[in-house]
């Protein structure tokens, strides 16, 4: 049973480029969340993803945004990258909308460095 | 502003000792709870959930809830090194789909 997958799991960048990080959900999940985790914080709320709509947005610029696809895999895009940009980018997965009460499932996480 | 409060820490316990952890949070219409455990350099592992007041066992862990005092707890029985970890307190925002706000997280230390 294949878990949440992402990619890749290391990056360095420069201010002011841009990045696309991905995800693949556990298999039978079909909602993807994805959270921003800065070192010693707790994982903070980025966006969720169902249907292929963004369904809910956390406290974050338009820089960041998403895509669903299809078979449930997501995208997250950062443009303009900052320095306070670098942190642990966590995906994670659940099943069904309104999902609050659903148990989400992380994957291993990209670790994004700015330059 | 919503938040999740726990002790950063570090607790430390002896080895087969009950290692207890705790969280409150603000939002009085949160309505599902959940501990993830991180290792260093890792992500976080779902290791309970509980939706309702009372107690809940799996294996050597216990969540423990208090609607009323917005409280909600986690024990360890028998505590072993390869449980040291930051655990991580998460509440789903009222009239969330899926919005988690999570703790700062209690740096947990098992000693032999």
């Known amino acids: 049973d294949a878990g949440v997958t992402q990619s890749p799991t290391h990056l360095i960048k420069t201010r002011g480029q841009q990045v696309t990080l991905r995800c693949s959900p556990k298999s039978g999940h079909d909602t993807v969340s994805w959270y921003q985790q800065a070192l010693g914080q707790g994982p903070q709320f980025i966006f969720q993803y169902y249907e292929e709509e963004e369904r809910q947005r956390g406290n974050f610029p338009d820089r960041f945004s998403g895509h669903q696809f299809p078979n449930y895999s997501s995208e997250l895009n950062v443009n303009a990258l900052l320095l306070g940009d670098s942190a642990l980018y966590l995906c994670?997965?659940?099943?069904?909308?309104?999902?609050?009460?659903?148990?989400?499932?992380f994957g291993d996480g990209t670790r994004l460095s700015i330059l | 502003q919503k938040e999740v409060e726990q002790n950063s820490g570090p607790l430390s316990v002896p080895e087969g000792a009950i290692a207890s952890l705790n969280c409150t949070y603000s939002d009085r219409g949160s309505q599902s709870f959940f501990w993830y455990r991180q290792y260093s350099g890792k992500s976080p592992e779902l290791i309970m959930f509980i939706y309702s007041n009372g107690d809940k066992e799996d294996g050597r862990f216990t969540a423990q809830l208090n609607k009323a005092s917005q409280y909600v707890s986690l024990l360890i029985r028998d505590s072993q090194p390869s449980d040291s970890a930051t655990y991580l307190c998460?509440?789903?925002?009222?009239?969330?789909?899926?919005?988690?706000?999570f703790g700062k997280g209690t740096k947990l230390s098992v000693k032999p």
């Open positions: 994670a997965s659940s099943l069904g909308v309104g999902s609050g009460n659903q148990p989400q499932h």
């Open positions: 998460a509440v789903n925002e009222e009239g969330s789909q899926g919005n988690l706000i």
